[in-house]
């Protein structure tokens, strides 16, 4: 593993945090930025381990993370939490309660490292084509964005699995394993334990191939965003869609349009189903003033979004933040 693929997002300036659980993804990165702090590329590193409470090793895989981080002369923080299970399933709920920590911890200039790596992408690809995602969706996660005050990174989305377990094991350094990470009960678990392996027997790193496809769909929804800014920027403001405007648009231009600024401003992206309700509501219809479509996005990474209608515009609005999101001739 090239540390100089990670020394690449660190500002030495900034103080980093490592997302810690003490399995090998995170173990691997949280080694990494030792070495690299020892290399003078890094100044000030701390750790985050969250315990979840789920398991009955919880307090193991605690003591085990302090243990390292002592080890290394790397301070940790461990937060405790029960977690509430939402409609949207114990996963969702679990990684919700994990980001709200974070963002309380993460300050300005201060970087948050998540150990998402090529097999994460995979998985995320393949577990949104399942489910029917859209084009947004086939980009995997994002390698930066905010979180709190501060910054999210995951510098690690080149590298497979393998090749984080060659990296520790190399450089001798224990971690522990999840027991329920075996189990495939849940979508996401399924995915890589059952579906995963199979597609690798017939394309050998076949992980990094779903990564490279990722990163290309990536660039080219870049070039397309640029262009479609050039061609409908005098649409766009900061309040809403005047609807004779909207109208006046064929169907697809109508939907890209929702699409574009509901991207624009980090709300999640509505659903097929969803942005067809929107367009059965406001561009099929004549909407009035109880018109209405909510959505969310179950992990939670970005805010869910609402469209209404108010005195001829289409207003759309982040539903966790009262500023609105507009579109409105120039």
């Known amino acids: 593993m090239n540390l100089n693929v990670?020394?690449?997002?660190?500002?030495?300036?900034?103080?980093?945090?490592?997302?810690?659980?003490?399995?090998?993804?995170?173990t691997a990165l949280l080694y990494a930025c030792f070495l690299l702090k020892?290399?003078?590329?890094?100044?000030k590193l701390s750790a985050i381990h969250i315990n979840h409470n789920l398991s009955k090793n919880a307090k193991l895989w605690e003591s085990h993370c302090y243990k390292?981080?002592?080890?290394?002369?790397?301070?940790l923080i461990v937060k405790n939490i029960k977690i509430k299970i939402s409609k949207d399933g114990l996963e969702?709920?679990?990684r919700k309660a994990r980001y709200d920590i974070f963002s309380n911890i993460i300050k300005k200039h201060e970087l948050l490292l998540i150990a998402h790596h090529a097999d994460d992408v995979a998985e995320t690809v393949l577990f949104r084509l399942f489910r029917g995602t859209g084009i947004d969706g086939l980009e995997g996660p994002k390698e930066k964005r905010s979180i709190g005050e501060g910054i999210l990174i995951r510098p690690l989305?080149?590298?497979?699995?393998?090749?984080l377990l060659e990296f520790i094991d190399l450089h001798n350094v224990n971690y522990i394993e999840d027991e329920s990470n075996k189990e495939s009960n849940q979508d996401r678990n399924f995915i890589r334990n059952e579906i995963m392996p199979l597609i690798n027997q017939r394309w050998n790193n076949f992980e990094k191939r779903i990564q490279s496809t990722s990163d290309f769909i990536k660039d080219r929804q870049e070039i397309f965003n640029l262009l479609f800014l050039e061609k409908y920027g005098s649409l766009v403001s900061n309040n809403s869609i005047p609807l004779d405007i909207f109208k006046d648009l064929n169907s697809a231009e109508a939907k890209e349009l929702i699409r574009f600024?509901?991207?624009?401003n980090n709300i999640a992206s509505p659903s097929k189903?969803?942005?067809?309700?929107?367009?059965?509501?406001?561009?099929?219809?004549?909407?009035s003033e109880s018109s209405i479509v909510k959505w969310s996005r179950a992990d939670k990474e970005q805010r869910g979004g609402k469209v209404i209608y108010n005195?001829?515009?289409?207003?759309?609005?982040?539903?966790?933040?009262?500023?609105?999101?507009?579109?409105?001739k120039s």
């Open 6 to 26: 990670i020394a690449n997002y660190i500002n030495e300036y900034k103080s980093v945090y490592v997302a810690y659980s003490g399995g090998i993804d995170s």
């Open 38 to 43: 020892q290399e003078g590329k890094l100044k």
């Open 68 to 75: 390292i981080c002592n080890q290394l002369d790397i301070k």
């Open 92 to 94: 969702s709920a679990a």
């Open 157 to 163: 989305l080149q590298f497979t699995k393998k090749e």
């Open 261 to 264: 600024v509901i991207h624009k």
């Open 273 to 287: 189903k969803v942005l067809n309700e929107i367009m059965k509501t406001f561009y099929d219809s004549s909407p």
């Open 311 to 328: 005195s001829d515009f289409i207003v759309i609005k982040d539903i966790e933040y009262s500023g609105m999101i507009t579109i409105c």
